[in-house]
């Protein structure tokens, strides 16, 4: 997914969807929580609109794995 839209506004309209759903108040908290992290990180690279790449780079780096890699152990 990418998007022309600030990553924030994009945070705002996710929180008011899982809210207009009665999305669990812990659920919300979670979520908004990750994407603040994906947000800061992009911020530190210079990046305010939110990219697959970004997600992908916040990906490898925080956690050391590609999305889409699914290794069964």
Known sequence: MNSNLDFL???KKARDHMEEN?????????YMRT???VYCFGLSKGITHYSAALAEQYMLERY??????????
């Not at 009665?22 to 979670?30: G, Q």
């Open 9 to 11: 506004v994009l945070m």
């Open 22 to 30: 009665n999305y669990t108040y812990t659920s919300v908290t979670c």
């Open 35 to 37: 994407w603040r992290s």
């Open 64 to 73: 050391h794995v590609s999305i889409g890699e699914n290794e069964i152990a």
